[in-house]
């Protein structure tokens, strides 16, 4: 295996964040996919199409996430085997995903599809904009195929040590859906069927260049046709996966339910909070791209029998998490007022959202070393654990933290925003004590 893409060796900080930087600047694309999608259609299309688009993407990005906790899966395996020097097994370990997510990625469609008017009543879609969002879903459903391939795909070269390759890949998606997206819902005026048909073909033309890369690519390992089947390479990944599915799953399915809290507040605290969740959304991608790169970092090494260089590379992403997170969470804090003012002009929803940043600020600083513990437990296939701790301090610590410094300490959404890092901190506790005593297992 080249030596860049090998975790076991080498300076640690050096190797995590070159790895690191190109899953960053991914995440930031994949953010933006969305948003290009409602800044196109709300300024050329309809103001039914905008509540249809992101009402309906919403349904989608829940699918897509259910997926990530498999791709992930599929990241450790890899790592493990590489690590270990068993080159041999990740062939049929591939072949076996292809088939899983073939099979899967249909029938996720097939129930999108059936099932696309009851979620988006359940999602309370305007009543003026239930066809569009329901359009949507239908069209975006077509194509999860090509959604979940491109997932997997990048999985595969992450696990390898590569995060380059995939930030192509999602570069040419982005690129593509805002060309489409303005022929189709501008020049054609399509509105949201615009949108959708341009979405699903992006990720096709991405997929599609991704398999043609393959097959160009000298990858490190065997692979055919014959190693595309079910085999007990399934039952491995799946194991690891399904865990963080769920979690996955309950924890968007809880901010749902914050959302609607908010809600209940006016319109105000309603438009602010949607304001700060599309600062706080890009103040997480760090983390977020550290628990990505930490994953495949741990797994090599846990497969080379390096605990030593494992916990040093989950210490280091902590330091490297701490130091941007100070940067993030001070500016959320100091200035949050003036970053919600690029997004309107409404004195009492800037307070909203300013009110929220200030709360939520501590948050950056202390993600990144829960984050950094759950990539050193996933790469020790230990989602068991992760899925546990996400949901006790989902559950029982930022919900019930939300309402009651909201409804009896008055503190708004302040009080609201506060909930997360005071429920994060928690998340770290629990794992602290989980991460003494992997120690001493491991013995």
Do not use: W
């Amino acid at each position: 295996m080249d030596e860049k893409l090998d975790f076991t060796t080498g300076s640690i900080a050096s190797k995590l964040t070159k790895f690191m930087i190109p899953i960053l600047f991914a995440l930031v694309l994949q953010s933006m996919y969305g948003v290009i999608d409602l800044l196109i259609v709300g300024n050329f299309g309809t103001t039914e199409g905008l509540s249809g688009v992101g009402t309906g993407s919403g349904v989608m990005n829940l699918v897509t996430i259910l997926m990530a906790g498999f791709t992930t899966a599929i990241t450790v395996l890899m790592g493990n085997y590489i690590g270990a020097g068993e080159k041999e097994k990740l062939g049929p370990l591939l072949g076996s995903s292809v088939a899983f997510f073939a099979v899967v990625s249909v029938l996720v469609s097939i129930l999108l599809f059936v099932f696309a008017r009851p979620m988006a009543l359940l999602l309370q879609a305007p009543e003026e904009a239930l066809d569009l969002t329901i359009q949507y879903i239908k069209i975006c459903a077509t194509g999860f195929i090509f959604i979940c391939f491109y997932n997997f795909i990048s999985s595969i070269f992450r696990g390898l040590g590569d995060s380059r390759t995939p930030l192509i890949f999602i570069g040419i998606a982005t690129i593509t859906n805002m060309i489409l997206d303005y022929f189709f819902v501008k020049t054609l005026g399509m509105n949201v069927k615009g949108a959708a048909i341009a979405t699903v073909l992006a990720q096709a033309i991405s997929v599609l260049f991704a398999f043609a890369y393959i097959t160009r690519v000298k990858l490190p390992f065997k692979f055919s046709v014959k190693d595309i089947r079910f085999s007990g390479e399934i039952k491995k990944f799946v194991q690891i996966g399904i865990p963080l599915v769920l979690q996955d799953t309950l924890t968007n399915l809880s901010f749902l339910a914050l959302n609607a809290f908010v809600n209940t507040l006016g319109i105000d605290a309603s438009s602010g909070y949607g304001i700060a969740n599309r600062v706080t959304s890009f103040v997480l991608l760090i983390p977020i791209a550290l628990i990505q790169s930490m994953a495949p970092f741990v797994s090599q090494n846990v497969g080379a029998r390096k605990e030593d260089r494992a916990r040093q590379g989950m210490f280091t992403g902590m330091m490297l998490g701490l130091c941007i997170g100070l940067v993030a969470g001070t500016v959320s804090f100091m200035f949050g007022h003036i970053i919600a003012r690029a997004f309107t002009d409404d004195a009492n929803v800037i307070i909203c959202a300013s009110q929220y940043l200030k709360g939520f600020a501590l948050e950056a600083i202390v993600t990144p070393f829960l984050f950094c513990f759950l990539g050193y437990f996933n790469g020790h296939r230990k989602s068991m654990f992760v899925m546990v701790q996400g949901l006790i301090q989902t559950f029982l610590f930022r919900l019930p933290i939300s309402y009651y410094f909201t409804l009896h300490i008055f503190m708004g959404l302040t009080g609201i925003g506060l909930a997360a890092p005071i429920a994060t901190f928690m998340g770290i506790m629990m794992s602290s004590f989980y991460y003494l005593k992997m120690q001493k297992d491991l013995k």
